[in-house]
């Protein structure tokens, strides 16, 4: 089995509710847009900096390694699908999407534990910054259900993704994890 490092970044709450930048208009992912959803999943696993997306693309083209991936959400997270949202810009294109999630059973005090299941930009819209309003607006998504924490990792590897947690203000928690691909 081939391993590498993740790095964990936390946001704990309670904190200031975070300020999701405007240049985004964000639609909730319903039955009717899932498959645009999944087709974008499959798209930002197309030259992502993380190790697990080469691997799921290694074994199945894009759109098998992203329905895959979006079906397996739901055997180990709880969510409703309209926290998935896709994001678009001034122009009504594309530019990504967020998937949060929260882990079962990890309540504390009524609260929940979540994670982001999967942020992605597409492609043609990478370098613009657009993964800062993504990050941004699951954040304050998650906030809206009410947790207690947001645990995340990115791949060692993953510079901007780390940049990016770091500006929105989660914090590192410990050294780097090594996990199983």
Not at 6 to 32: G, H, M, S
Not at 79 to 97: P, R, T
Not at 113 to 118: D, G, L, M, N, S
């Amino acid at each position: 089995m081939e391993e590498y490092k993740k790095v964990v970044y936390v946001w704990n709450e309670p904190n200031a509710k975070l300020v999701v930048p405007t240049r985004l208009q964000f639609r909730p992912v319903d039955e009717d847009s899932i498959d645009i959803l999944i087709d974008a999943v499959g798209q930002s696993m197309i030259g992502s900096l993380d190790r697990s997306d080469k691997k799921m693309l290694a074994e199945n083209p894009p759109n098998v390694a992203a329905k895959n991936f979006v079906d397996e959400a739901a055997e180990y997270f709880n969510y409703d699908l309209s926290w998935w949202q896709l994001a678009y810009d001034q122009n009504d294109e594309l530019v990504g999407f967020v998937q949060p999630v929260v882990f079962p059973d990890c309540q504390k005090d009524g609260l929940e534990e979540a994670t982001i299941y999967y942020i992605g930009v597409l492609p043609e819209q990478r370098g613009h910054g657009y993964g800062y309003d993504l990050l941004c607006q699951c954040t304050r998504a998650l906030q809206e259900v009410g947790v207690w924490r947001i645990y995340c990792d990115t791949d060692v590897y993953n510079a901007s993704m780390i940049k990016t947690f770091e500006r929105a203000g989660y914090v590192q928690e410990g050294e780097p994890k090594v996990v199983e691909l």
